[in-house]
Structure formats: C-alpha cells, structure tokens
C-alpha cells in the first residue's frame, strides 16, 4: 500500500499479531488481522467468544502494543493511547463522585474549550440535553439507572469532540428495551456529528443495525474470515427480509 492510498483511511491495521505468554509457552490470540476505516465509517467487529475481539480493540487504540503489524491513525503510527479517539467500554467510566455535569467538564481542557468555568458548564449541559439527561446534570451516578448511566458516558466521550470512537460492547450490560434505545440514541447523535467508530460486539443484530460494513473474525488466533457491506438505509427494521438475510450470513460465517 503506498503512502497516498494509506492517507485516504483513517485508520489503517496492518498484518496485526499478538501471543500471549501462558505456563504452556506463547499462546497466538490474533493471527494477522488487516483492515482500514474510512472518515466517518462506522465498522463493526463480530467474532466468537474468546477470539481476541477486545485484545485486537485495545491494540487499535494504543492501550496493548502488537507483537508484530501495526496500526496508523491519520497516517501516522498509533504508539500509545491518542486525544483522537476514545473508548466506550461495557464496565463504564464515570467518577462516583462527581454529578452529571461534573463528570462531563471532567475532560474540557481550558485551553481547548474557554477558561471560563460557566462556558465549560454550558457545553456539558448541551451535551447532557443531547442524550436525554436534561434535568438531570446535577445529579450523582448512585441516583441515575443503568440506561441514565450510560447516556452519562456516551455524553462524556462526545463533549471532548473525538475523531474516533472505539467501542467494546457498550450496551451489553442494559436490557433487550434499553439496548435498542441506546442504538437508536447512538445512531440519532452520529447523524448530528461525524465521528468515525470502531465497535466491537457479539450480537450480530446490532452490528446490522448500526454498522456501514461488518467485519467476522475467525476463532483463536483470529484472523478477518469475512467482510460485509450494510447497504440499507437508518432506520433500518431487523426484521425485513434484507437484514434477515445478512444476518443468517454472518451467523454462517460463525458457524451458527
């Protein structure tokens, strides 16, 4: 790949492996992983449990380092966690002690966003209004439900404006309604902001529902054992007979 075709992706992996060191010797968990994400694509991976998907998430966005392969970001190699992209995960990452609104200035830098402190009070109530919490930027995690909780946590990753976001199962701890909701919720602020997403989930339904293409990984050492475009239009109903067809060919593809 030459470096004009590399530049025209935002996110270039290349040939990625990774062991881990177990009692028994190296253990492959990723077994040459190649892929790119285009500015502003929304890229879903699905794959087994076990396969490597979180490993392969952590790696993209800096947090573990490849054995071998690499990861480029802009074009430029991602050698550590960057202001560019941030990570929603399924265990949450809002501070206990702070309120709503506390919690969401937490990542305005000054100089980035305006020394004054009412100027930052104001772009995190904007952002908390966004996601449906409107009258509720004064209260604590403790006081707000598991769905509030995480309408919390997709505001705090969008006030600071991220270019990427990196996505490991983020709605697997809600039930089947509130799931749904934050799809909906998730897809609705995507069409108010570009950002590019990488998402990693099990279930295959709500890659179909929000992804533009959905990547399967193979078992352990994973590699990418099949690429699908999404082309149907938002909002997208699961059950019409396109949807169903493409999710029984990714369920095939995972030998279900």
């Given at each position: 790949?030459?470096?004009?075709?590399?530049?025209?992706?935002k996110i270039v992996v290349s040939d990625i492996k990774k062991n881990f060191v177990s009692a028994q010797g190296a253990l492959p968990v990723?077994?040459?992983?190649?892929?790119?994400?285009?500015?502003?694509?929304?890229?879903?991976?699905?794959?087994?449990?076990?396969?490597?998907?979180?490993?392969?998430?952590?790696?993209?966005?800096?947090?573990?380092?490849?054995?071998?392969?690499?990861?480029?970001v802009d074009g430029a190699a991602q050698r550590g966690p960057s202001p560019k992209g941030i990570v929603i995960s399924q265990h949450g990452?809002?501070?206990?002690?702070?309120?709503?609104?506390?919690?969401?200035?937490?990542?305005?830098?000054?100089?980035?966003?305006?020394?004054?402190?009412?100027?930052?009070?104001?772009?995190?109530?904007?952002?908390?209004?966004?996601?449906?919490?409107?009258?509720?930027?004064?209260?604590?995690?403790?006081?707000?439900?598991?769905?509030?909780?995480?309408?919390?946590?997709?505001?705090?990753?969008?006030?600071?404006?991220?270019?990427?976001?990196?996505?490991?199962?983020?709605?697997?701890?809600?039930?089947?309604?509130?799931?749904?909701?934050?799809?909906?919720?998730?897809?609705?602020?995507?069409?108010?902001?570009?950002?590019?997403?990488?998402?990693?989930?099990?279930?295959?339904?709500?890659?179909?529902?929000?992804?533009?293409?959905?990547?399967?990984?193979?078992?352990?050492?994973?590699?990418?054992?099949?690429?699908?475009?999404?082309?149907?239009?938002?909002?997208?109903?699961?059950?019409?007979?396109?949807?169903?067809?493409?999710?029984?060919?990714?369920?095939?593809?995972?030998?279900?």
């Open positions: 790949m030459s470096a004009k075709q590399a530049n025209q992706h990723i077994g040459g992983v190649s892929f790119t994400v285009d500015d502003g694509e929304f890229v879903a991976i699905v794959g087994p449990s076990g396969c490597g998907k979180s490993t392969l998430m952590n790696i993209i966005a800096g947090f573990e380092q490849p054995d071998s392969g690499s990861v480029r990452s809002v501070f206990p002690w702070l309120t709503v609104q506390q919690n969401l200035m937490f990542g305005l830098n000054d100089a980035e966003h305006g020394a004054r402190h009412d100027e930052r009070a104001a772009l995190a109530d904007h952002y908390a209004a966004m996601v449906g919490l409107k009258g509720f930027e004064a209260s604590y995690p403790h006081e707000l439900s598991g769905g509030m909780l995480k309408r919390a946590e997709l505001a705090r990753a969008f006030v600071v404006k991220p270019e990427i976001l990196y996505m490991d199962e983020p709605f697997s701890a809600l039930d089947a309604l509130m799931n749904m909701r934050m799809r909906t919720e998730l897809l609705r602020i995507l069409a108010e902001e570009r950002h590019t997403v990488l998402l990693i989930t099990h279930d295959v339904e709500e890659a179909i529902y929000m992804a533009d293409r959905i990547l399967v990984l193979s078992p352990r050492p994973t590699t990418i054992q099949a690429s699908f475009q999404v082309r149907l239009p938002h909002p997208r109903k699961l059950a019409s007979p396109e949807a169903q067809a493409l999710r029984e060919a990714i369920l095939r593809e995972l030998g279900l």
